[in-house]
């Protein structure tokens, strides 16, 4: 059987983020995922470290508008049908979180944990051997209708009065950020705090550099269960033996809440499918990502490719690709740039992942109850690369016992009742 000080389960953003800190702070790491380092969520999602995300996935008008979309197979949000008991649980918890009080609690609380990450990412991407294609030049919101200008200028006025620095572009300033595009917009925000990245290379570079510190990756490593005694986790059970570690960390994405279970612990996360296409960057193309905002899809650039991705799908454990959903997202492109069409450039992948949401919005990250060495940092939905940092550093924290730099109340494991 090996031993190690630290068993990480599950090698995305968070998890290469967990096992770097902790070696920095001088524990043997182990680290184990069932496919590939930076395999599920943290590949082809949109690469975007965003402060401008700060206002939780459930908050007032989410539902309302939800029910508009839900039912419909390409719209925004979408709900798959299905008698499923935990996903009308999860609805259900989802619904009595979309309230304003629990809303303005979160936004500053993510405000916080995205700008800590900010300062790591500038950290991380000077190491040596780590390179990510990363720029903190903003990202931009744009918006075509009356409406969706509205939303936004009522986006700004919230976002602003928690100090987050956001300005308004008219059709000639979005010209400017946006050189060379010609664009079908209203207006636009420009949120100057954001960055963007290659999330792929940024996971599979940090993890290369870990190795060289001392942590051991073992992929294509599934655990299969726990042996548990006097409420810690003894051993873990994998494909590939037997693990005994002090502490076990769980950073398994839309996986965490059945490896949960397998300990005995409760977590209510729903995998939410997400899609993107990746193609070669146009010649010329602007260095700053932007987002269609009344059709919720991002376009990011990406070193040599660009990438464009959207959609929130609840629809289980489901990898299969919809590819009414996939036109929908290019689709939206040609909206807002009607001279640009991706049909004449080279499409390199059709991508389709899970991100990992709870009902409130916000992650679970602290100690298990019920399990006192099992460490609980999952549910990050569409912000898991943008928060990957701080969680990690957040994880040494836990493990080491000491004091976090945040207070985790609002992350705690056992917030939901059921």
């Known amino acids: 059987m090996d031993k190690t000080d630290v068993l990480i389960i599950g090698g995305g953003a968070v ?15 182990t680290l184990v995922d069932r496919g590939e380092i930076g395999s599920g969520a943290s590949h082809g999602n949109m690469g975007l470290v965003v402060p401008s995300h700060s206002v939780p996935l459930a908050a007032p008008g989410v539902v309302s508008k939800g029910l508009k979309w839900m ?26 979180a979309s309230g304003e009080g629990r809303m303005r609690r979160a936004i500053p ?43 936004g200028e009522e986006e700004r006025h919230l976002l602003s009065s928690y100090g987050l620095e956001i300005d308004e572009l008219s059709p000639d300033g979005l010209a400017e950020v946006l050189p060379g595009l010609e664009l ?27 190795e060289g510190l001392g942590v051991v990756v073992r992929t294509g490593t599934e655990v299969t269960g726990f042996t548990r005694e006097n409420g810690h986790i003894k051993v873990t059970q994998t494909t590939r033996g037997d693990i005994a570690a002090g502490e076990v960390v769980l950073t398994a994405g839309s ?23 990746t193609l070669r960057r146009p010649s010329g193309w602007p260095e700053m990502p932007f987002m ?31 590819h009414r959903r996939v036109f ?27 991100r990992p949401c709870t009902p409130d919005g916000l992650p679970f990250l602290g100690r298990a109850p019920d399990a006192r060495n099992l460490v609980v940092a999952a549910g990050h939905a569409m912000i898991g690369v943008s928060l990957g940092p701080v969680t990690g550093k957040l994880v040494g924290q836990i493990v080491a016992g000491e004091r976090t730099d945040i207070d985790l109340d609002l992350l705690a494991v056992d917030r939901f009742a059921y």
């Open 71 to 96: 039912f419909k197979p390409d719209s925004p949000f979408y709900i798959k049908p299905r008698l499923d008991p935990s996903l009308i649980r999860w609805l259900w918890a989802f619904w009595k």
């Open 109 to 151: 609380f993510i405000r916080d944990l995205s700008l800590q990450s900010l300062s790591l990412f500038d950290e991380l991407n000077g190491l040596d051997g780590v390179e990510f294609d990363y720029h903190q030049r903003g990202v931009v919101s744009l918006y075509r209708t009356p409406e969706g200008l509205e939303e």
């Open 328 to 354: 929908a997202i290019t689709s939206a492109v040609s909206r807002y740039l009607p001279t640009f069409d991706i049909g004449s450039h080279e499409i390199l992948e059709t991508w389709c992942g899970l």
């Open 292 to 322: 269609l905002s009344e059709s919720r899809v991002a376009v990011t650039p990406m070193g040599d490719t660009l990438r464009i991705g959207g959609t929130l799908e609840l629809a289980g454990m489901d990898y299969s690709i919809n």
């Open 15 to 29: 998890g290469v983020c967990a096992a770097y800190y902790l070696r920095e702070a001088g524990y043997e790491v």
């Open 184 to 210: 079908d917009a209203l207006g636009g925000l420009h949120f100057r705090q954001d960055a963007h990245l290659t999330p792929g290379k940024f996971v599979r570079s940090l993890a290369d550099h870990m």
């Open 255 to 277: 996986w965490s809440a059945a490896l949960a279970k397998l300990a005995g612990i409760p977590l209510p996360i729903q995998p939410a499918k997400g899609y993107s296409v």
